[in-house]
């Protein structure tokens, strides 16, 4: 089993910037995808950022060039750098791990962007 721990999601103006952490324990395998979707209040959920184990980070449209992905092996963690942060990023964001043929996920962390 696979335990992921969101932090780091908070109110924000917009504008402004946070950093959401995802950390992995349990049986964590060398060669995963993470990433982080989001879900807010009447939408859908979207993908917005994965990186593969070597590295490779794919972004939702929307938020490229905003948002970096990045990833701490030794420590099992993954990051998301959110700057320039819109009304429209509000959403609960999901930490999420596929490895082999399982998917894990995290509680959620809210993020909510308001002046």
């Known amino acids: 089993q696979v335990q992921l721990v969101e932090s780091g999601g908070a109110l924000v103006q917009p504008g402004g910037s946070l950093r959401l952490s995802c950390a992995s324990s349990?049986?964590?395998?060398?060669?995963?995808?993470t990433g982080w979707y989001r879900k807010a209040p009447g939408k859908q959920r979207e993908l917005v950022a994965t990186?593969?184990?070597?590295?490779?980070?794919n972004y939702l449209d929307s938020v490229n060039g905003r948002f970096t992905i990045s990833e701490d092996n030794p420590k099992n963690t993954i990051y998301l750098q959110m700057n320039s942060l819109k009304p429209e990023d509000t959403a609960v964001y999901y930490c999420?791990?596929?490895?082999?043929?399982?998917?894990?996920w995290g509680q959620g962390t809210q993020v909510t962007v308001s002046s």
């Open positions: 349990g049986s964590i395998f060398r060669f995963a995808v």
């Open positions: 999420y791990r596929r490895q082999g043929i399982d998917d894990y």
């Open positions: 990186i593969t184990s070597d590295g490779f980070a």
